[in-house]
T-cell receptor
Framework: DTEVTQTPKHLVMGMTNKKSLKCEQH?????MYWYKQKAKKPPELMFV???????INESVPSRFSPECPNSSLLNLHLHALQPEDSALYLC?????????????FGPGTRLTVL | AQSVTQLDSHVSVSEGTPVLLRCNYS??????LFWYVQHPNKGLQLLLK??????LVKGINGFEAEFKKSETSFHLTKPSAHMSDAAEYFC??????????FGKGNQVVVIP
């Protein structure tokens, strides 16, 4: 299995809602990433987990809360988001941490905040 | 810190003609370099990567790229464009801080 899966594909939420994005990989990768991508822009790194521990937080607002329950799963908990948080959220994984290693991307979750 | 410059944010090519996407990088380290493709409403797919082995790198779907250290370039080429090549292409460089630096992307349009 060489896939990174993400659910849901689309999510619409109000500013007072709480929701979660889910990412899963079964490639035995030990690094997992969350990116945010606005239209016509490159992805922006949000968080990196290395061996299930948070290693990088790119000064992301606390309304985004990542979680890595095990080596195959990565969640992004959302609470009290703003309309400007609407974007494509991409999950990625790599065999081991380190930017020299290729990252495998999931298809993304298209988030709309009303 | 590492950075990537992709000129020509929009590139139009006729089907069957060559594709050239230019990428120049800056890095304090011996970099790894990647080209990713993103089709509309999809995630990123790795086309090819350079990691200090052969300077001419062959990727999927007929793409290849040549690493030129003296020119700090990693241009992507394909001899003959296909309609399915219409997508966004990102040149990406790794660095020593466990982060990737993405270029701004090339939007490729293929004209029938």
């Amino acid at each position: 299995d060489t896939e990174v899966t993400q659910t849901p594909k689309h999510l619409v939420m109000g500013m007072t809602n709480k929701k979660s994005l889910k990412c899963e990989q079964h490639m035995g990768h030990r690094a997992m990433y969350w990116y945010k991508q606005k239209a016509k822009k490159p992805p922006e790194l949000m968080f990196v987990y290395s061996y299930e521990k948070l290693s990088i937080n790119e000064s992301v607002p606390s309304r985004f809360s990542p979680e890595c329950p095990n080596s195959s799963l990565l969640n992004l908990h959302l609470h009290a988001l703003q309309p400007e948080d609407s974007a494509l959220y991409l999950c990625a994984s790599s065999q081991v941490p380190g930017a020299n290693n290729e990252q495998f991307f999931g298809p993304g979750t298209r988030l709309t905040v009303l | 810190a590492q950075s990537v410059t992709q000129l020509d944010s929009h590139v139009s090519v006729s089907e069957g003609t060559p594709v050239l996407l230019r990428c120049n990088y800056s890095s304090s380290y011996s970099p790894s370099l990647f080209w990713y493709v993103q089709h509309p409403n999809k995630g990123l797919q790795l086309l090819l990567k350079y990691t200090s082995a052969a300077t001419l790198v062959k990727g999927i779907n007929g793409f290849e790229a040549e690493f030129k250290k003296s020119e700090t370039s990693f241009h992507l080429t394909k001899p003959s464009a296909h309609m399915s090549d219409a997508a966004e292409y990102f040149c990406v460089v790794s660095g020593g801080n466990n982060r990737l630096a993405f270029g701004k992307g090339n939007q490729v349009v293929v004209i029938p």
